[in-house]
């Protein structure tokens, strides 16, 4: 049962480094989402994908871009890592569709600081 | 817009105390509640959830029931342990499923 899968968990970046974000499911969910986690501030939506070949911005988008590579996976890219985006970086999926049914998996998180 | 509020914490209590976290929304629609718990070092898990009016989310002795008349679902526990030291996230999502509004979450100690 490995549901939703984060790699790496632990990064260390410096100002102006690039890296990107892993993130596959293997639950068969449309939905996929990227979540930033900050003290104080809950969990805030970055990007998320409603189906393959889809994205579309949440509440804080700058900085990043994102890739549905197919159904399982949806990268999350930093092009040029700012001390303001050290935070813990969350990837979900979802069933989407009818939300009576709907519900959200979470990845492990992966702590990201940029120095 | 959709939010979310929950009580800020942190909450401390002893073992086998009663506990509240309460939990209002604010939604243009009829969304789905949830409330999830993180455990110290890992991701988010459902703890339980009520996608309508009346309805009441129950898991491990926690219970929720979602009150539209006060826009309300408080987390209940009526005797916590130690094991359920965490933080516990209220949330919401609309018809679409397409975006979850998170709460700040409340930081859960149980000491014995």
């Known amino acids: 049962n490995a549901g939703v899968t984060q790699t790496p968990k632990f990064q260390v970046l410096k100002t102006g480094q690039s890296m990107t974000l892993q993130c596959a499911q293997d639950m068969n969910h449309n939905s996929m989402y990227w979540y930033r986690q900050d003290p104080g501030m809950g969990l805030r939506l970055i990007y998320y994908s409603a189906s393959e070949g889809t994205t579309d911005k949440g509440e804080v988008p700058n900085g990043y871009n994102v890739s549905r590579l197919n159904k399982r996976e949806f990268s999350l890219r930093l092009e040029s890592a700012a001390p303001s985006q050290t935070s813990v970086y969350f990837c979900?999926?979802?069933?989407?569709?009818?939300?009576?049914?709907?519900?959200?998996?979470f990845g492990q998180g992966t702590r990201l600081t940029v120095v | 817009g959709d939010s979310v509020t929950q009580m800020e914490g942190p909450v401390t209590l002893s073992e086998e105390a009663f506990l509240t976290i309460n939990c209002t929304y604010t939604a243009t629609g009829y969304p789905s509640l949830f409330w999830y718990v993180q455990y110290p070092g890992e991701g988010l898990q459902l703890l339980l959830k009520a996608t309508k009016a009346d309805d009441k989310g129950s898991n491990k002795g926690f219970e929720a029931t979602y009150r539209k008349e006060t826009t309300s679902f408080h987390l209940e526990k009526g005797s916590v342990q130690v094991s359920d030291s965490a933080v516990y996230f209220c949330?919401?999502?609309?018809?679409?499923?397409?975006?979850?509004?998170f709460g700040t979450g409340t930081s859960l100690t149980v000491i014995p």
């Open positions: 979900a999926s979802g069933t989407g569709g009818n939300s009576r049914r709907y519900e959200a998996f």
């Open positions: 949330a919401l999502t609309l018809n679409t499923g397409n975006q979850f509004y």
